[in-house]
């Protein structure tokens, strides 16, 4: 099955640099690459998302670029403000049909005042 | 709002005792989904259902059953709690199609057993 890294598992920031979370999957065929946000007490939020047929997609501060030949993807954020501090994950799901996805471990982010 | 709801916040259960957490999201989803998170281990997936009276196992379903009776309500079950059940579980709910939604979360439902 499909098999996620992701890298680093904490990350610290001064405020207003940039934050850059990487992750491989494992998985040719797959083909949506979606970043979710956790913060303190709730449950993860789809933040950013990309097709395995597009190699970048802004918004905003948050930016996602896809790698399909190295099977990798990363989620960049600029700007970095105190609200960014979170953990985030990266997931990957095989197939147009099944609705599964596989996550990375988690990175800590903790943006420093 | 759209919403995935899970009935508790906390719970402290005992060895042995049966223990079900609910799920309920009001977004008329086809497909929902229980994983459990653990510091360090990320997501894995416990169970998943595609449809009413559909379940189909994930990565770590060995402790755990599911029922899903309603399109709305998805349950997690432990048949048996064990101390190593201790954890965060996370509720998710998606659309079917190839527009590939995301998944919609729970605010999770952190389980002690003792």
């Known amino acids: 099955g499909e098999n996620v890294e992701q890298h680093p598992s904490t990350l610290s920031v001064q405020e207003g640099d940039s934050a850059v979370i990487k992750c491989t999957y494992s998985d040719s065929a797959s083909n949506y690459f979606p970043w979710y946000k956790q913060e303190l007490g709730k449950g993860p939020q789809l933040i950013i998302d990309?097709?395995?047929?597009?190699g970048e997609k802004k918004d905003q501060r948050i930016a996602v670029t896809l790698n399909k030949t190295a099977k990798h993807f990363s989620l960049h954020i600029t700007e970095t403000q105190p609200e960014d501090s979170a953990v985030y994950f990266c997931a990957a799901r095989v197939n147009f049909g099944n609705e599964k996805l596989t996550f990375g471990t988690g990175t800590r982010l903790t943006i420093i005042p | 709002d759209v919403k995935v709801t899970q009935s508790s916040r906390y719970l402290v259960k005992r060895t042995g005792e049966k223990v079900f957490l609910e799920c309920v999201q009001d977004m008329d989803h086809e497909n929902m989904f229980w994983y459990r998170q653990d510091p360090g281990l990320g997501l894995r997936l416990i169970y998943f259902?595609?449809?009413?009276?559909?379940?189909e196992k994930g990565d770590i379903p060995e402790g755990y059953s599911v029922s899903r009776e309603k399109k709305e309500r998805f349950s997690l079950i432990l048949e048996s709690a064990s101390t190593n059940q201790t954890s965060m579980y996370l509720c998710?709910?998606?659309?079917?199609?190839?527009?590939?939604?995301?998944?919609?979360f729970g605010s999770g439902t952190r389980l002690t057993v003792v």
């Open positions: 259902s595609y449809d009413v009276k559909m379940k």
């Open positions: 998710a709910s998606s659309r079917t199609g190839a527009a590939h939604y995301g998944y919609t």
């Open positions: 990309i097709r395995s047929n597009v």
